[in-house]
């Protein structure tokens, strides 16, 4: 639950077959737009958040990150304090607000000079992208969160060709295809986007899992660079990353429910080193 918003007064509705993408997203903009309460959403991340929570709970069930893992990562951020944030995976926005209000107001508290906080969240949906989009600027969020429309690997190439973002994110937050994950963090490990200093939190760990990742940021450099080796030389390219085995990663699986209610969890992997490795 992010600062700010009281109890959600029950789950989302349960996760059906079909459950993104059927115009549900529309009818959430919809929802927002005619709500009685928008002129108290303008400008309060806490309020739009808090509506579309009873969307999810009154109208249609919503694949958002929810409050209770939310409040896991926003307490990672308290925390760690990171300056930019960057998420693989938007949908309609609500971890963009969420997380980019907790990025804002940390760096308020800190004082920050200098670099202003920055979360960049990328979609591939131009649906899921316009929704996003409207919603954080309802939020008042735009001089922190910018939606960026595009196939992931294409928009991480673009992200490691920007003066601005050329240097590594403090965070990493996966929340798309999950048999994506490894693949785009190699990818994000190749382009320098994250290196010692990064946290890279990924969702719903537990539903459905995804252990192919779990083995990777929780294996040596030894055991990555055994299986790196003899592809060592190869060109990364055309939608397969080797990554970088030298990357040392601690890495802890926080539980926190689903906006359902279910048990879920995320993994929680600090790069903490860079070890040379023949």
Same mark, same amino acid.
């Not at 508290?109 to 949906?125: H, Y």
């Not at 040596?220 to 299986?227: L, P, V």
């Given at each position: 639950?992010?600062?700010?918003?009281?109890?959600?007064?029950?789950?989302?509705?349960?996760?059906?077959?079909?459950?993104?993408?059927?115009?549900?997203?529309?009818?959430?903009?919809?929802? +927002?737009?005619?709500?009685?309460?928008?002129?108290?959403?303008?400008?309060?991340?806490? @309020?739009?958040?808090? @509506?579309? %929570?009873?969307?999810?709970? =009154?109208?249609?069930?919503?694949?958002?990150?929810? &409050?209770?893992?939310?409040?896991?990562? =926003?307490?990672?951020?308290?925390?760690?304090? &990171?300056?930019? +944030?960057?998420?693989?995976?938007?949908?309609?926005?609500?971890?963009?607000?969420?997380?980019?209000?907790?990025?804002?107001? =940390?760096?308020?508290?800190?004082?920050? %000079?200098?670099?202003? &906080?920055?979360?960049?969240?990328?979609?591939?949906?131009?649906?899921?992208?316009?929704?996003?989009?409207?919603?954080?600027?309802?939020?008042?969020? %735009?001089?922190?969160?910018?939606?960026?429309?595009?196939?992931?690997?294409?928009?991480?190439?673009?992200?490691?060709?920007?003066?601005?973002?050329?240097?590594?994110?403090?965070?990493?937050?996966?929340?798309?295809?999950?048999?994506? /994950?490894?693949?785009?963090?190699?990818?994000?490990?190749?382009?320098?986007?994250?290196?010692?200093?990064?946290?890279?939190?990924?969702?719903?760990?537990?539903?459905?899992?995804?252990?192919?990742?779990?083995?990777?940021?929780?294996?040596?450099?030894?055991?990555?660079?055994?299986?790196?080796?003899?592809?060592?030389?190869?060109?990364?390219?055309?939608? +397969?990353?080797?990554?970088? &085995?030298?990357?040392? /990663?601690?890495?802890?699986?926080?539980?926190?429910?689903?906006?359902?209610?279910?048990?879920?969890?995320?993994?929680?992997?600090?790069?903490? %080193?860079?070890?040379?490795?023949?």
């Amino acid at each position: 639950m992010a600062p700010g918003i009281n109890s959600t007064d029950g789950f989302y509705k349960p996760e059906e077959n079909v459950f993104c993408d059927d115009g549900r997203e529309d009818q959430l903009l919809t929802f +927002i737009s005619e709500h009685p309460q928008l002129p108290q959403m303008r400008n309060s991340p806490e @309020a739009v958040l808090a @509506a579309i %929570d009873e969307f999810g709970r =009154t109208k249609d069930f919503l694949m958002n990150v929810g &409050p209770h893992k939310g409040k896991v990562i =926003t307490e990672i951020i308290a925390t760690e304090k &990171p300056s930019t +944030i960057l998420e693989i995976g938007g949908y309609v926005g609500y971890s963009a607000i969420m997380f980019g209000h907790a990025l804002r107001q =940390t760096a308020a508290r800190a004082g920050r %000079d200098g670099q202003a &906080p920055r979360f960049c969240s990328l979609e591939m949906n131009p649906k899921f992208a316009a929704v996003s989009k409207a919603l954080v600027s309802i939020a008042g969020l %735009d001089d922190v969160v910018d939606i960026c429309e595009g196939t992931c690997r294409a928009s991480l190439q673009r992200l490691a060709k920007d003066k601005l973002a050329k240097k590594p994110w403090d965070m990493l937050f996966l929340d798309h295809s999950k048999i994506s /994950y490894l693949n785009d963090l190699k990818l994000c490990e190749e382009l320098g986007l994250v290196a010692p200093g990064s946290i890279v939190i990924a969702d719903d760990m537990k539903r459905p899992g995804n252990p192919h990742y779990s083995k990777y940021v929780r294996a040596s450099t030894a055991e990555k660079t055994e299986e790196y080796l003899p592809f060592k030389g190869c060109l990364s390219d055309g939608g +397969i990353s080797l990554g970088n &085995p030298s990357l040392v /990663y601690e890495t802890t699986l926080v539980e926190g429910l689903e906006p359902t209610g279910l048990m879920d969890a995320v993994e929680v992997s600090k790069c903490v %080193d860079l070890l040379e490795v023949s």
